[in-house]
């Protein structure tokens, strides 16, 4: 089966400008997630979809960040307008089930300058 | 405060051996615990789950323990090979839906 595709795998976009992330989850998975990695840290959880869904937005870090998935397939994470604070690789990750095991895209590194 | 704290130097260990990585954490009650590997580059890739009520997980080269007493699981590789190189990822499901992961610890086997 076709894994986890991300695109753009790099952008560098300046300070103020907009950019917009996308995800296509393994077919058939309900479960979409967004998750970012910054430099020297952990990957930390953005946001959840269940089909179209958002069920838990909580990681988001501000109102500059908006996610949508829609009719339940793709998904894509806009940023605008970026901040230097957003640069860091942004994963997409789909599941059959939340407990099953996610598989993840290779990510997007997003540089803002 | 909640954490996840993996080992954060490197493990460097000679081909053959056997590779013990530690995942402790605080203030979680997880339901169950992943863990995943890393290359660079790559975004991570799932390898096993163990849940609450079970102590222990094979596959394959790969064991897991979870002692939920200790708040704390080990992740260990036997016959460690070169190609097995890379950072591991302990992952808690905690209760309220959504995985949270570790810094990683990344994991030198030298032939």
């Known amino acids: 089966e076709a894994g986890v595709t991300q695109f753009p795998s790099h952008s560098v976009i300046e300070k103020g400008q907009t950019v917009t992330l996308r995800c296509d989850p393994i077919?058939?998975?309900?479960?979409l997630y967004w998750y970012r990695r910054v430099m020297g840290k952990e990957i930390k959880f953005l946001l959840h979809f269940v089909k179209e869904s958002k069920q838990d937005e909580s990681g988001m870090p501000n109102n500059r960040f908006l996610a949508e998935r829609t009719g339940g397939t793709y998904s894509t994470l806009k940023v605008q307008p970026a901040e230097l604070e957003d640069s860091g690789v942004y994963f997409c990750?789909?599941?059959?089930?939340?407990?099953?095991?996610?598989?993840f895209g290779s990510g997007t590194r997003l540089t803002v300058v | 405060s909640q954490k996840i704290e993996q080992n954060s130097e490197a493990l460097n260990i000679q081909e053959g051996k056997t590779a013990t990585l530690t995942c402790n954490y605080t203030?979680?009650?997880?339901?169950?615990l992943q863990w995943y590997r890393q290359d660079p580059g790559r975004g991570p890739v799932f390898l096993l789950l163990?849940?609450?009520?079970?102590k222990e997980k094979r596959k394959e080269r790969l064991k897991v323990t979870f002692d939920t007493t200790l708040k704390q699981s080990l992740f260990h590789i036997t016959a460690s090979q070169p190609a097995d190189s890379a950072t591991y990822l302990c992952a808690i499901y905690n209760q309220g839906g959504k995985l949270i992961f570790g810094q990683g610890t990344e994991l030198s086997v030298k032939p």
């Open positions: 163990i849940r609450e009520n079970e």
């Open positions: 990750a789909s599941s059959q089930d939340e407990v099953a095991g996610y598989t």
């Open positions: 077919s058939g998975h309900d479960n």
């Open positions: 203030n979680y009650s997880p339901a169950y």
